[in-house]
């Protein structure tokens, strides 16, 4: 794939993850934000994992290898109010509730986010992200949707 790929995905995923907080978290990113604004969609009715499972396939794949929880997910450091029970759960299997999944695969992507914008990914140059980017993206898009939507 070529580098400028990589480049328009980040460009996307900083835009998009700016939106997302702007529109869906009042401009306060965090887990608790994120599954407020998760369990908001289910009272209302809104919540559909329809569009989103290919990337959370993605994310179950790139962080849990069917035993353990792999190398990119402790690359992700996850801390003490991203409630990494919660994704652990999810990753492993041990939730499918459409809520948890979905909170879940959002605090994975804060994390990636702050791993962006607070310099981790840059010590290496940010190879081999641009799965996550484009998972990211997609599941940002559609989340927005959802929060835009009256009905589904």
């Keep these: 794939m070529p580098r400028h790929s990589n480049i328009h995905e980040r460009a996307n995923f900083a835009l998009l993850w700016t939106v997302y ?6 401009a306060s990113g965090n887990a608790a ?6 369990d908001l969609l289910k009272s ?18 790139r962080y849990f290898d069917c035993i353990d929880l792999t190398h990119e997910f402790h690359s992700l450091h996850m801390r003490r109010n991203d409630d990494s029970n919660l994704v652990e759960r999810v990753l492993r299997g041990k ?11 959002l605090i994975i992507i804060y994390r990636l986010r702050n791993n962006l914008f607070h310099g ?10 641009l799965g996550n980017f484009q998972n ?5 898009m559609a989340v927005i949707e959802m929060h835009l939507s009256k009905s589904i």
């Design 21 to 26: 907080e702007g529109i869906v978290l009042n």
């Design 33 to 38: 934000a994120i599954k407020r604004a998760v």
């Design 44 to 61: 209302e009715g809104r919540l559909s994992l329809d569009r989103v499972l290919p990337m959370i396939r993605y994310f179950r794949d």
């Design 95 to 105: 939730s499918n509730d459409d809520s948890e999944v979905l909170s879940a695969a």
């Design 120 to 129: 981790v990914k840059w010590s290496y140059g940010i190879r081999g992200q």
């Design 136 to 140: 990211a993206n997609a599941v940002l």
